[in-house]
Structures are given as C-alpha cells and as structure tokens.
C-alpha cells in the first residue's frame, strides 16, 4: 500500500517535472499566428472575460488575478474546459502549445 | 434706404433659417466596442451623421432610449453610464457606476435608468434626467454570497425582473418608492444566462446554462412562482460547446410562438406562447447567440458564436425553416431592424462596418464604416417593453 502510494507520488513528481520542462521548451508561434491568437483572446474570450480581461460572466484574466494559479492548470482550462461551468474547450482552435503560450502571456500582461 | 432694407432682409432669412428641427424616430447609435465610440445615425438616409467619443470600455455595451428618443443611455462594460443627446450629438452626462456591468434598463414611465452589475453583483437605480443614485439592490442571494445580474428587462408597473446566475432565481424589484425598492424572489433553476419580458410584459422567461429548459415567470400572476418550460430539451444528449452565451429580449416572440436559441445544440426551439409547449425545432448552422424576429414577425434571424460567427440564417416562421442562408460579414455580432423591418442593419466586427441589407430580398443597400461595430440600437426602442 505505502509503496504504492510512493510509486504514485514519484510518479506525479516525474510528470510535474516533465510537464514543466516541455513548457520552458514549447516552441513559439509565429508572429502570424500570434496576432491570430491575441485577436482570439481579445474577441472571442473576450466575450466572457471582457476584452481587456477584466471580467465578466468568467473570470477576471489580468495577471495578479492568475499569479497563484499553476500553470498546467491554466492550460487544462483552456484546453479541456471546466466541466459544469461555461467554459468551454479550445482544443479544436489551437494546440496544447498554444494554449501554454497564451496562458504564459495573460501571467505576464496580455499584448494589444 | 437700400442698407436699411438689406439689414432688414438679413433678419429676416435669419429668423427663418431659426434651429433646425427635426424628429427622433429615424435615429439611432452604433457601438463601436474597441474605440469607445459611438456613431450616430439616421434609419432614413442610412448614413452617419456624427460620432462620439469617450465613452470609456464599449466591450458588450447595451443601450436604451429615453420616452422622447431624444437621449440614450449607454451601459459599458467597465461600468460607465453615459448619457448622450442624439439631437445634439453630445454627452449630457457620464458616471462610473460599477467595476463591471453588463447592461441596463428603464423604467415604463422613463424616469428611472437601471444598470446591472457583475461586479459588485446587484442592480442600481438612477434618476434618468441627472443621473443622481437614487438605491441600488444587491444580488446577496445567500448571507455574504453575491451573484452576477443577468437579463435585466423593464416590466409594467415600475418593476424590473432579472435574474441571478450563481443565485439561480428571479428577482421582480418595484421601484414604485425609487428610494426604497421591494424586491421579490422566485426559485429558477441552474445558472440562468439572460432574460426577456414578452412584448405584452406578461412572462419573463431566463434562460437556464447549467441545465436544458427555461424558467418563466407569469408576472400577472407571480404568486405562482417561476416554471420550466422546454425541459430536457437535450434529451440528455451531451451539449456541443458553447463559445459565445446567447442573448434573450422580447424579439423572439412572433406570430404566438417564441423563438428561443438551445444551449449546446444548433437548433432554434420554437414555444407556442398560449400553452409554453414545444411546438417545433428548427436546425440551423452554429450555437445560436440572436434569434430576432423582424418586427412583423415573417421572419426570424439568427446569428452564431464563434466559430460560425461570419453566417446568418433566416427562418420563414410561415414555412417553419431556414429560407436563406448566407455569409454577409465576418464576426457579424448583432442585428438590429428598421422600425417596421423593411430593412436590417448588421455588424461585422471584423470587417470594421455595418451592413444593411433589404429583408425582401437579401440586397446589400449599403454598408457604414465603423470601428469594430458591436451593438447597434435605433430609437424605436424607445416604446418597446423590455427593450
């Protein structure tokens, strides 16, 4: 039972760690479709969020709002979705990479 | 002699010339969401004929027009209520009224504007000639717990109905005291998104995110309480994603029928009004966001969330299905009818105008450019319950 546990908690670590290195090594998108994705956030998250990210029927998207949250978290949202609340997945829109450099971007003030 | 009467004629093409008058009933405003700018204009000539700026975060803003149509009162997203004279083409006044709002309302007799809040969650009364606080209802559904106000609509009596999207009710507030308003609540169901009073401001109807089926709520009768209707309109089926929520307003009802968009389906589900039976679905391309009905009821036109945001469906409620189908702009993000319909003004955000197009035959009249166009809104509002 505790070695299990052990195994599951080593296993978790590893995943984290990895989880973390393949962010710092996410290629960025080109500059074209980086306007594409701005212009996706602003307009289109927008609708929920509010254009300049500060809330709406969602969440508040400015930095000192995500400072806390994990990152992988972050990207889950936007991927995935949050089942029972409206937020949908993204997944069909853009690449698990994207969604890393999006949510990267809103940490650290969203562009224009 | 010949000065005299030259100084005589001058006078008197001056007294002529005077102020130039005109009506309201042909105007009308167009939010152009990113600049914070507005641009007036007339239904008649179809052309602007001045714009204005200043008015802070435009993102989902709404308006709703004074008695006369004279001022319009313009909610923004960051919470500013700006008055402006259309005739003037001028703001009269603006406040910051909240941190974040999402729209607002006024009264049958015109005298009070009420703004709905997000943030902190409630709604708030203003004097609609100076804009002086008159009392604001917070959203405290539970001790401590504030909701997010949605479909705040004006209903007879000097009552507003409008309902809690964490709080899961309906709340009718009489403003009969301006001052000290009396609140009643009515049970709705899970996370309603928006609301529409039906034009006769009978029914208020919120329709239910967190669940198929819509709430309504028989104002004449409210000790009733608030029903379903359209239960399990999915059928359990699983709900295809919505990118964009819907907006409700008493435009959906035509010819006794309301036509309501479905949640995480691409069908627009069709009431009858007497019974508030399901009496048809009508499948169209995208999520829809606006199900409006032209004024006289012949036809229903639907927008879509994005993805499917560049495509219109137009539904003939005679033959009970999509009749035209049709790409007039990319991000078209409303649509809002000449006074009797004869024609349609559209925005594409992404096109940067407005188009206007006959609703007889589809034609392109002609388009207007604005700045990321959101809203669109013209003074017939202005005699509309729930509008």
Redesign the interface.
Known sequence: MLASKLVFTLFLTLTATLGGARLAIAAEPDAVRQKELVRLVR??C???H???L????GPALLPAELRDKPVEGLVATIYY?RP?T?M??WQQ?MTEAEAEWIVQKLMSGFPN | MRLLLGVLLAVLLNACAGPQLRGTGDLGLIIERATGRVTLVSTSSQQPYARIEGLGDLSHASAVYSRDGRYAFIFGRDGGLTKIDLLEARIVKRVMQSGNAIGGSISQDGRIVVAQNYTPGGIKAFDAETLELLSEVPAEYAPGKFSKVVGLADVPGKKFAYALFEGGEIWVTDFSNPRQPKTQRYPAGVQPYDGLVTPDGRYYLAGLFGEDGVAMLDLWQPEKGARKILENYGRGQEKLPVFKMPHLRGWSVAQGKAYLPAIGRHEVLVVDVATWKEVGRIPVRGQPVFVMARPDGRQIWVNFAFPDNGKVDVIDTLAGKVVHAFEPGKGILHMEFAPRGENVWLSARDDNKVVILDTANFAKLGEISADSPSGIFFTSRAARIGF
């Open positions: 307009q289109d927008g609708s929920c509010g254009m300049t500060q809330g709406g029927l979705g029972g409206p949908p997945p829109f």
